[in-house]
Nanobody, 124 residues
Framework: VQLVESGGDLVQAGGSLRLSCVVSGFTFRDYTIGWFRQAPGKEREGVSRISSNDGRTYYADPVKGRFTISSDNAKNTVYLQMNSLQPEDTAVYYC??????????????????WGGGTRVTVSS
């Protein structure tokens, strides 16, 4: 499985970005795609996820109401629309794949494959 992120950029506080994650090489019908982020000096944290079988989504508290995850199955692409960005959203954003359905939360340890990341910088 390969994942390639894009869309990271430098943006002012209050702005928006849309990240894309193109997924290839997967064979399971049921899988989960998650978005994670890692800021300098901090641990990688889960941001959002979407399940392939029912489209169910999850958002971490810091991004609820501001970020939206979606998928385009025809393009094998998962998007993360990020609105009202704040300096604390600055991080490298990664997408990751887990076979099966992630039921609770979003831990990096539950993912099987990772992309290389895309950098988001939010200036104040």
């Amino acid at each position: 499985v390969q994942l390639v992120e894009s869309g990271g950029d430098l943006v002012q506080a209050g702005g928006s970005l849309r990240l894309s994650c193109v997924v290839s090489g997967f064979t399971f019908r049921d899988y989960t795609i998650g978005w994670f982020r890692q800021a300098p000096g901090k641990e990688r944290e889960g941001v959002s996820r979407i399940s392939s079988n029912d489209g169910r989504t999850y958002y971490a508290d810091p991004v609820k109401g501001r970020f939206t995850i979606s998928s385009d199955n025809a393009k094998n692409t998962v998007y993360l629309q990020m609105n009202s960005l704040q300096p604390e959203d600055t991080a490298v954003y990664y997408c990751a794949y887990a076979s099966g359905t992630v039921i609770e939360g979003l831990s990096p340890h539950g993912m099987d494959y990772w992309g290389g990341g895309t950098r988001v910088t939010v200036s104040s």
